[in-house]
């Protein structure tokens, strides 16, 4: 037998033939001129290896990365490297939920349902809003689902964005909107580098869209942004950052219609960029149009509380080309690592973690600009994220591997000069400190910038 | 664990909060009310409960014990085939070489992962017999969606603007029909015939120049293999179509055939499903897709190309792709999971994974055989990796229902099989017991339906009122659409 199979062949032809089939003919009816007879399979192996040969495969594999627990990494646009506390681990690798399907028999899946039911709870706690999802793929998918759910409400089929919106979400929403054969507006951020002032008027708009903190880590105003959707019978979404939720005011207390996002931050490993978890979430009034799964409380029939997967009538099991949307599968497990999270940490923990970041992204970016070597690119608050520019001109991409060579990941080059850098509560001092004096000496003195 | 788990939020607030986790910040706080001015800031803190970390482990731990895992035994949803998912696989992806990456370091660092990616998409070519693969889509859906706009984007660029018709069987997936009307296709259903199968005379006339493409799944959601396939394939080839294969079955047809050689242009697959990665209650799961060569230009950007110049890093990322549809999410996709898959078909090899959809038929295969004679079976075609049977016997002379039958297998200690599904076919159970389920497994499953049979005759209401002995007995899901409850 072969891999994790458990039943040998010999068994299996046994089996077969106690009810009168033979294990030759099992794919019969599979046409001749289709089955696989003599085909070049390079690249896939003939025979299945140990898992000792797996183990040694991939470790070889993992090693030939450089990686952010060893290398002092600047990076984040859009997924950031907090500290993710032991016990998430423990509870997500109990069988009972890494193994589980989507909670179709809710007598045996309560506590599928109980940990989507209070992910729920606590995204609508965090957000300002009434109504959550189950989750949904990523930031990027949630985004566009949120502005698909705008043009469902409103009939309307163009929507506004704020190029402060993470270039990868754009991208998304734009491939979604063209699919749908909608219409995408961007607008450019205003010299401070925010959304203000930069509405569009009009009453075709279905919605406007900003983030924050936006794309550059800046914490924008959303007053204007539910003012100006009211005004134009639109509706109003932020894609927002749930840490920063324990320093700034909530989108729905703003008055926000939607809020959405990635739950990454929230303990879950940077794993390359995925698997990510995106969160949705709304006013009451747009609950039955909401996408993807949604779990609600109820009773079973001796008066106990249940929760079951509810407002069915939205999905495409059900509804199949009219449903909201063609979700089915959500990201329970980090939904639920995001829950423990969120448990873990409480509002105490996580202002904390907040806090630290926006700290020490305000230092690091003082320091910076004490070199004499950058400059602010926008003169606007941000959290843990900021983009500074060369002074004197020259290419990052040179600077950012020199850095490299030192073990330093270094920010992302939005252009030769502009840098974006992010940091989190796990960032020290230290590491700081050394960094903005190797990146004055390799500038000052080593001339890696070039002329 | 019958006694309720309280939620999290109604647990006694017992100690202050000291930040235990996290080290003492080693720079200045700034005065944030100054920096960020008072307009941004929050008034009150955020209204979560500040908690032990053993009440928060208590909590999830009991949570846990009300759900049910392949661990614990049979789980034969069909359609969703849920097998073993080996713990081997789990290490690899927790290696931190791999976790500790983020999505935008340059390519030169994240070599590892690129050539597994590359790796990866090599195998996946073989295996379905295609020409490359995107790891972008997250889900099956999300991969169905991701296909159709490609098919819909190579249609464009041949200014072939008036192909919006998608041709979907009756039979299909929801998620196939909800895939193509999100890329605004106009749904035109093929029915099924007599047999089980897509109806070729029906297909026949459906199709005209309007048709952009066809939706399949082979075998299909009865677990049946579509021998007509080439046929089916090479008609829409001929009215200028495109051909989808929909890859949630693809367990059935491991190393038998191939979508690429029955005609198939585009393909997803659920690696969830077939390549034994955790389904982890919902999620995340991972629904890589398949092209032929015409519609490489289409492919999301970035694609993983291998580059053969010394001077540059031998793997690297493609984003200057002006035909591509753009991206359908941040980054290049559920990395994580495609290291599991990664390992997955390591530990086959091509061999091993013709065994893997054997062992898959001969299970389905002789389950049926062992309650053939209790269950009605719509259809004689052979099965494949799963196969219907219906309560209609049951319902007609007893006045039991699938749903009954159903709960009833949770008192033998089993998994439900997928229950109302195919709409096509009334009180349908759709079985599937997978390539790992166990001798014991599938006697205990055969035996417990059986008997099952027996109760619904003798003591109809024994059914009728399982599950008896769970966390809650049946919950009433009107009551929670009707008046819903989605928060505390």
Known sequence: MSGYIPISREKRAELLESVGLKLENLFDVIPDEIKIKDVNFSGLNAKGLSEQEIIAQLTNLAERNQRVDQYDSYLGAGFYDHYSPAVIDHIINRQEFLTSYTPYQAEMSQGTLQAIFEWQSYICRLTGLDVSNSSIYDGASAAAEALLLVCRQTKKSKVWISEGLNPEYLATIKTYFHAAGLEVEVGALNEYGTAAGTYPAGDDYAGYLIQSPNFFGIVEDMRELVKKAEQNQALSVVSCDLISLAMFKSPGEVGVDIACGEAQPLGIPLNFGGPAVGFLAAKQKLMRKMPGRIAGQTTDTEGKIAYVLTLQAREQHIRREKATSNICTNQALLATAATIYLALNGSAGLKEVAEQSAAK????????????????????????????KLKHGGSLDLLNKKLLEHRIIGGLALSDEIWLLAVTEKKSKKAMDDFVALVSNLIRDENVLGD | MKHQTNLIFDLPQTGENKNRILQKCDVIKPNFPEFYGEDLLRQEDLDIPNLSEIQVLRHYTNLSAKNYGVENGPYPLGSCTMKYNPKVNENMANLPGFKNTHPLQPVETVQGNLTLLYNLEQQLNAILGMDHFTFQPSAGAHGELTGIMMIKAFHEANGN??????????????????????????????????SGLVDVEDLKQKIDDKVAGIMLTNPNTLGLFEKDVKEITGLVHAAGGLCYYDGANANAILMQTRPGDMGFDVVHLNVHKTFGTPHGGGGPGAGPVGIKKILEPFLPKPVVKKIDNANQPKYVLDYDRPQSIGKVRAFTGSFSVYIKTYAYILAYG????????????????????????????????????????????????????TTDIAKRLIDYGYHPPTVYFPLIVQEAMMVEPTDTETLEGLEGLADAFNSIAEEAAENPDLLKNAPHDMPITRPDETKAARNPILKA
């Open chain 1, 361 to 388: 992204a305000i230092y690091l970016h003082g320091k910076l600009i004490q070199t004499g070597l950058f400059e602010a690119v926008y003169d606007k608050p941000f959290f843990r994220e900021f983009a500074v």
């Open chain 2, 161 to 194: 603007l008036e192909r919006t018709v998608m041709l979907i069987p009756d039979s299909a997936h929801g998620t196939n029909p909800a895939s193509a009307a999100m890329a605004e296709f106009e749904i035109r259903e093929i029915k099924s015939n007599a």
């Open chain 2, 350 to 401: 091509k061999q091993g994974l013709a065994e893997v959809s054997e062992a898959a038929v001969a299970n389905a295969r002789y389950l049926l055989e062992r309650v053939r004679d209790s269950y009605h079976v719509p259809y004689q075609e052979p099965a494949m990796h799963e196969f219907i049977i219906t309560a209609a016997w049951q319902k007609e002379k007893y006045g039991v229902i």
